[in-house]
């Protein structure tokens, strides 16, 4: 049961943490998405830009913070996090394209509603493969294959 407790606690521990990561990953996207629009960037081209400026960060604190990836070198890790990053903005700019210039949404709304697919996405992806953590036969669980 303690067990159970534990590892209870430190899924939702990691999801606040990815959480707060999300929230400024996402004020780092808006703002540089609407700066871009501001000065008459294309929809698409300025959510690809805003989609490399939050992953920068999204990166760093996420290796360090959220999954604590110890394991991995930063090469395997960068490369692992750009290729769910960038099928999530694959994912993102097909959502935008279908949002604005299929169902005319407005491009200042659609990245919202596509950030309701996106980050859970985006969460399962650097969770499983990204940032796995190595289970340890030591007896220390401070490390353990993640759920």
């Known amino acids: 049961m303690k067990a159970l407790i534990i590892k209870l606690y430190r899924f939702f521990e990691r999801f606040i943490k990815f959480s707060i ?13 609407y700066l871009l629009l501001y000065l008459g960037v294309h929809h ?9 400026a939050g992953s920068i960060n999204g990166y760093l604190l996420s290796k360090l913070w ?3 990836d110890a394991g991995a070198t930063v090469k395997q890790s960068v490369l ?5 990053y960038g099928s999530s903005l694959l994912l993102s700019t097909g959502l935008i394209a279908l949002f604005v210039d299929g169902l005319g949404i407005s491009e200042k709304i659609a990245p919202i509603i596509t950030i309701c697919f996106t980050t859970p996405y985006n969460y399962f992806l650097q969770k499983i493969w990204a940032f796995r953590e190595k289970k340890q036969s030591d007896g220390d669980d401070s490390t353990e294959v993640s759920d």
């Open 66 to 68: 959220v999954f604590k």
């Open 80 to 84: 692992k996090f750009y290729v769910v």
């Open 21 to 33: 990561v999300g929230v400024i990953n996402t004020a780092v996207y808006f703002g540089v998405y």
């Open 44 to 52: 698409l081209a300025a959510n690809i830009i805003a989609y490399f």
